[in-house]
């Protein structure tokens, strides 16, 4: 059984900083690449950031300069630090991580519960 576990979201004005983490817990041979993900109220889920194993990122260009995704690989942990926080960044925030289980022939998707964040003007 693999579980994502998210903490960090919360209530935050405009022009503020919040850090989301996800840890990555179970039966786990090796993590492969993570990313963060958004829903906003009424939207479709999209992507935030994305991380390879290496540390090579991508943004989605809302958030460029902005966010910053890094990882721990020896705890399996993805962050997101989050600065110049702004309304628009309201959402319910997903990590997902491709991993190989043990015992498993290829890697998966899986995807935590996620967290709210929720920023007021």
């Known amino acids: 059984q693999v579980q994502l576990v998210e903490s960090g979201g919360g209530l935050v004005q405009a022009g503020g900083s919040l850090r989301l983490s996800c840890a990555a817990s179970g039966s786990i041979f090796r993590v492969y690449a993570m990313g963060w993900y958004r829903q906003p109220p009424g939207k479709q889920r999209e992507l935030v950031a994305g991380i390879t194993r290496g540390g090579s990122t991508n943004y989605a260009d809302s958030v460029k300069g902005r966010f910053t995704i890094s990882r721990d690989n020896a705890k399996n942990t993805v962050y997101l630090q989050m600065n110049s926080l702004k309304p628009e960044d309201t959402a319910v925030y997903y990590c997902?991580?491709?991993?190989?289980?043990?015992?498993?022939?290829?890697?998966?998707?899986?995807w935590g519960q996620g967290t709210q964040v929720t920023v007021s003007s």
């Open positions: 997902n991580a491709d991993l190989l289980r043990l015992g498993s022939m290829g890697p998966q998707g899986y």
